[in-house]
C-alpha cells in the first residue's frame, strides 16, 4: 500500500485548506485511512480517519466541527477540507492505511510522507 499526501500550504488564522491522500494497493484488509499530525518535539497526534465502506468518520477533538474528511472509492483518495485553521494547527500531516478505524498510530501499517500545513496568526 502507498500513500501520497498533498495540499499542505501557508494560510493566515482563520483560512481553510484542502489536503489530498492518493492511495495505491489498498485492499480489503486497509479498511480505514487516517490523518495524523506531528509537530516538532510531540508525538504523532491523531486528527481524523475514515472507513472505505460505509464512509464512517471519527475525529480528534481538537478538530471536530472544523474539520472533514471524506474519500472516493473510485478514485482512491482521501481529503481533509480544514476549515477556520489555527496557528496550534500548524504541523506536518501524514495520511496512513490500516486495518481498522482508530486513534492511535499503531492501527496504521502503511504511511505517506508528510505535508506541511502552517497557520500564521
Known amino acids: 500500500v502507498q500513500l501520497q499526501a498533498s495540499g499542505g500550504g501557508l494560510v493566515q488564522a482563520g483560512g481553510s485548506l484542502v489536503l489530498s491522500c492518493a492511495v495505491s494497493?489498498?485492499?480489503?484488509?486497509?479498511?480505514?485511512t487516517g490523518w495524523f499530525r506531528r509537530t516538532p518535539g510531540k508525538e504523532r497526534e491523531f486528527v481524523a480517519a475514515?472507513?472505505?465502506?460505509?464512509?464512517?468518520?471519527l475525529y480528534a477533538d481538537p478538530v471536530e466541527g472544523r474539520f472533514t474528511i471524506s474519500r472516493d472509492n473510485a478514485k482512491n483518495t482521501v481529503w481533509l477540507q480544514m476549515n477556520s485553521l489555527k496557528p496550534e494547527d500548524t504541523a506536518v500531516y501524514y495520511c496512513?492505511?490500516?486495518?481498522?478505524?482508530?486513534?492511535?498510530?499503531?492501527?496504521?501499517?502503511?504511511w505517506g510522507q508528510g505535508t506541511q500545513v502552517t497557520v500564521s496568526s
Open positions: 496512513a492505511a490500516g486495518p481498522g478505524m482508530r486513534k492511535g498510530v499503531a492501527a496504521y501499517h502503511f
Open positions: 494497493g489498498r485492499t480489503l484488509d486497509h479498511a480505514a
Open positions: 475514515i472507513r472505505w465502506i460505509g464512509g464512517r468518520t
